[in-house]
Each structure stands twice: as structure tokens, then as C-alpha cells.
């Protein structure tokens, strides 16, 4: 079975991953959306951290260090930024930060990351304006949307052919066009929410 479904906070996420354990669905996977496999219900204890490896070498010694201590890694790779654990057996320490600092890490680590997203398509949207590949006074004038020669000085129902022909066009450029700043934006709020969550935790 496969689900998708959005967090920005971890405690909430291993929650919820706890809570479809108890329904009998175990995590196998997790990329996109996350991939269960029915199993016996049962009160798991999950959890999250977030990193990136360089190496294979170094990801395999990360879960190794965490199996050492009774936990299994059950979903992630090593550019996958985040890493799940489930509590193997009931030994082990109860959860796989050693103290609030570490734990508010990964809070770090995932805004540093949203943020570089943001920040990489910045140059990009630039050199579109620049260019005159994206026209950001379209916002104001979504006239400059529309191609067609004279269309606006076109009246009656050749007017309202060309437009209605044209719109669905203008439309997907303006949404193209959209795209980036969006996402901008949109990483930026991740940044900055993650950001929210790491000082949160780190007063807890």
C-alpha cells in the first residue's frame, strides 16, 4: 500500500508512522510517498533524522553505528536526506538522540537544505528576465500573455475566436512562467518553517 502525505515536523511524521503500525501496515519505503506491507499489528517506535552521505562507506557505517544500538534502518538512501529507524525488539535506548541538540539538528540540516533549493533557482529566474524569457510585468499585464498580432484591437467575433483560441496558451506560458518563482517561494517557506522547528526544539 502506498501513501502520500506531507511533514514538516518529525514528530508529528513519526506519530503517524507509529500510529499505521498499530492498524497492522509496517514502512518499507519511503520516496515520493511512503510504501507499507500489511503485518501484525504492533506498537512500533520509529524515528527520523535527516542527513546526506558522500559515500556509500559512510552511509553503511551511519546505520551500522544505529543498529549497534537496536535500531533498524528501514527506509532511505544516502542522498535521500531523510533516514527512518524503527526500534528493533523492545532494546535499545528509547529513541536515537542522545540529547536535545542533536535532535534539533536535523531541523538544521533540512532548513539548510530548503533554503540551498531556494537560493540555486534565484540565478536561474535572473538570467529568464534578463533574457526576456519570462516577462514579470505580465503579473500586472496579463495582456503580454497573448501572441497574436492585433488581437487586441480585433472586435466582434473575430475578436472573441482569436482570444478563446489563444487563452489556453497564454494560460500554460503564464503558468510556466510561474513556475520558478514558486518554487522560490515555496522552498523558502520550507526553509524558514524548518528553521521555526529547530529553535522550537532546541527550547524544549
Known amino acids: 500500500m502506498k ?15 507509529n500510529e499505521m503500525a498499530r492498524q497492522g501496515y509496517r514502512l518499507v ?18 524515528r527520523i533524522d535527516y542527513r546526506t552521505f558522500k559515500t556509500r562507506r559512510d552511509f553503511e557505517d551511519y546505520k551500522a553505528l544505529f543498529e549497534d544500538c537496536g535500531w533498524t534502518h528501514v527506509a532511505g538512501t544516502k542522498k535521500s536526506g531523510a533516514q527512518y529507524f524503527k526500534q528493533t525488539g523492545d532494546w535499545g535506548d528509547e529513541d536515537i538522540f542522545s540529547d536535545v541538540n542533536s535532535k534539533a539538528a536535523r531541523y538544521k540540516r533540512i532548513s539548510d537544505m530548503w533554503l ?3 537560493c540555486s533557482f534565484i540565478p536561474l529566474f535572473a538570467v529568464l ?5 519570462i516577462q514579470v510585468t505580465a503579473i500586472v499585464k496579463p495582456k503580454l500573455l497573448y501572441y497574436t498580432p492585433g488581437l487586441w484591437e480585433m472586435s466582434g467575433s473575430q475578436f472573441w475566436r482569436s482570444f478563446l483560441f489563444e487563452t489556453p496558451f497564454a494560460v500554460m506560458r503564464g503558468f510556466s512562467w510561474a513556475v520558478i518563482p514558486i ?3 515555496v522552498y523558502a517557506a ?15
Do not use: H
Open 3 to 17: 501513501k502520500m502525505k506531507f511533514f514538516t515536523n518529525f514528530d508529528r511524521e513519526e506519530q503517524w508512522l
Open 29 to 46: 519505503n519511503k520516496s515520493m510517498t511512503y510504501e507499507f506491507e500489511t503485518a501484525k499489528p504492533e506498537e512500533a517506535n520509529y
Open 116 to 118: 540551498s533549493l531556494a
Open 129 to 133: 528576465i534578463s533574457t526576456g524569457a
Open 183 to 185: 518554487m522560490i517561494l
Open 190 to 204: 520550507f526553509a524558514y518553517k524548518a528553521k521555526k522547528e529547530y529553535t522550537k526544539s532546541q527550547q524544549e
